[in-house]
């Protein structure tokens, strides 16, 4: 298997245990220094995130559209289903270090009022 091959099996397993609410999984995906920039944190904000998100959306899927590889880096393109009205779409670039993540980060676009993952946790720490 090439390394893009890899690369884009490691993205496709990380929205895998999204989708399937197997977080505890996603850990060993990530690099033990791994940092997302968007959260300034690493992975344990991360899984904070997508547990405040899919509290939120019970039906809340993340579906690939577009993975496009570049030595240790893959920008991805996703969309996301289950929520009511809306029709999200995450922007995500990440840093590859011996085959895990070690960065990444992200914006995203049509996301419900105080529905992106960032006001979510910014929300519960005030509460």
Same mark, same amino acid.
């Given at each position: 298997?090439?390394?893009?091959?890899?690369?884009?099996?490691?993205?496709? $397993?990380?929205?895998?245990?999204?989708?399937?609410?197997?977080?505890?999984?996603?850990?060993?995906?990530?690099?033990?220094?791994?940092?997302?920039?968007?959260?300034?944190?690493?992975?344990?904000?991360?899984?904070?995130?997508?547990?405040?998100?899919? *509290?939120?959306?019970?039906?809340? $899927?993340?579906?690939?559209?577009?993975?496009?590889?570049?030595?240790?880096?893959?920008?991805?393109?996703?969309?996301?289903?289950?929520?009511?009205?809306? $029709?999200?779409?995450?922007?995500?670039?990440?840093?590859?270090?011996?085959?895990?993540?070690?960065?990444?980060?992200?914006?995203? *676009?049509?996301?419900?009022?105080?529905?992106?993952? $960032?006001?979510?946790?910014?929300?519960?720490?005030?509460?």
């Amino acid at each position: 298997m090439s390394s893009d091959q890899k690369a884009d099996a490691l993205v496709r $397993r990380l929205q895998e245990c999204f989708n399937t609410r197997r977080f505890d999984d996603a850990a060993p995906l990530h690099a033990p220094d791994f940092f997302s920039h968007p959260l300034g944190a690493g992975f344990p904000a991360g899984k904070d995130a997508w547990l405040a998100l899919t *509290t939120r959306y019970p039906a809340m $899927r993340v579906v690939a559209q577009d993975v496009i590889l570049d030595g240790d880096k893959a920008a991805v393109r996703s969309v996301v289903e289950g929520i009511d009205g809306a $029709r999200p779409e995450l922007y995500e670039i990440f840093r590859f270090e011996d085959g895990r993540f070690a960065e990444m980060w992200g914006a995203s *676009t049509g996301f419900p009022w105080s529905g992106s993952p $960032r006001e979510l946790l910014d929300q519960d720490a005030d509460h």
